[in-house]
């Protein structure tokens, strides 16, 4: 979970290369994005993972290439994230360095993109936030847009860390992407990256034009907290009465404040997200445990009615699992049409992992899928 002052400190060795996560900054608001040379759609068939050791007791499900990714993620000598304070949290070995790292020992290369991506800053209240614009190479402007929030636990991670899932959207859907940067605590507590997330929702609506995207048809998603921000984008257009998505896709989201639950339980000691990780973002990102209760951080507690069509993707070796299929329930008690699709042997953070993870293609394509329905594609 690296610092915006460390990705530019690599930068200085790293922009000469195509890798898949991470991107080189310039100062100007609107500028290229370094190109990323790894097509999300195409995975690894050539190279067969084999994990060095037997299943993990927390995960005996766990399918083998998504095995190999946790044991070089626990490679990279990063320190538990709870024992951390925020700053030292943000420099720590993520999964998606894992997945670079598996590729490069495997010497599994990368395909061409086929999106290219544009940084550029958008105002927000009280000042600025950054965004990354993905535009497929092909296909006739206008192009659909989704609004694409990352995970970290409103706490840690930023659009680079989370590249895979965003630029995965981007090519299986052939629509533009803007994935939001947003505040995070504990310099910024709740409800500052939702108040943002819908800021930089209502700057697509008003300018998507403007990078060749179609305002009428707009659609959000996000992964873990970005999962939570995304629902609270519907339900803060709803209030307001302005456009609403055409559809939410969210992955594996916060939406519940129960960490007693069956998936808590059950992964308590799971890898890369643990209960004690869980803890230490609701410390770090709210001011008391009991805004945990409130209905834009407990989705399954807000009134959910009007949402959009929605997809719920969930990963079995997950805390959060529990939650995600309650709030599948929950959308359908209010009448929301709802797909709950939960993929076995993977973890939390499985859904940027393409390359290497069979079930996170499988799930990409999926959302796709859905998401070109809901654009007429």
Request: glycine letters at 8%; hydrophobic letters at 40%.
């Amino acid at each position: 979970m690296k610092t915006r002052m460390s990705i530019l400190a690599k930068s200085v060795l790293m922009c000469s290369l195509t890798v898949m996560m991470f991107s080189c900054k310039k100062e100007k608001s609107d500028t290229p994005e370094e190109k990323m040379n790894d097509s999300i759609v195409s995975e690894n068939k050539e190279v067969k993972l084999e994990p060095a050791d037997p299943a993990p007791e927390w995960g005996k499900s766990i399918k083998p290439e998504m095995q190999v990714v946790i044991e070089k993620l626990g490679s990279l000598g990063g320190k538990p994230i709870e024992t951390l304070d925020a700053k030292e949290a943000r420099m720590q070995p993520t999964p998606t360095d894992a997945v670079m790292a598996v590729m490069k020992e495997h010497n599994m290369a990368m395909p061409t993109a086929l999106c290219d991506t544009i940084g550029k800053q958008i105002p927000v209240n009280g000042g600025t936030t950054h965004v990354r614009i993905y535009t497929p190479k092909e296909g006739k402007a206008p192009f659909p847009v989704i609004v694409y929030y990352h995970g970290g636990g409103f706490v840690i991670a930023d659009v680079n860390t989370y590249n895979g899932g965003a630029q995965g959207l981007c090519e299986q859907t052939r629509a533009i992407v803007v994935s939001v940067e947003y505040p995070k605590g504990p310099e910024k507590k709740f409800p500052a990256a939702h108040n943002v997330a819908f800021d930089a929702y209502q700057w697509v609506l008003k300018n998507a034009a403007s990078f060749n995207g179609d305002p009428a048809k707009i659609a959000v998603a996000g992964e873990s907290a970005g999962g939570n921000l995304a629902a609270n984008v519907s339900m803060m257009a709803r209030d307001k009465k302005i456009q609403m998505p055409l559809y939410a896709v969210l992955v594996y989201p916060v939406a519940n404040n129960d960490m007693a639950n069956e998936s808590y339980t059950k992964y308590a000691m799971a890898k890369p997200l643990n209960k004690a990780m869980m803890g230490w973002f609701v410390k770090n990102y709210l001011a008391n445990e009991a805004q945990g209760a409130d209905p834009r951080i407990s989705l399954v507690k807000a009134n959910l009615k009007g949402f959009p069509k929605t997809l719920i993707i969930g990963a079995e070796i997950d805390p959060l699992a529990t939650e995600g299929k309650l709030l599948a329930d929950k959308l359908k008690d209010a009448d929301i049409d709802v797909t709950y699709e939960l993929y076995n042997g993977v973890t939390h953070e499985f859904f940027g992992m393409a390359t290497v993870v069979p079930q996170a293609k499988d799930a990409q394509a999926l959302a796709a899928k859905k998401l070109k329905e809901a654009f007429g594609l």
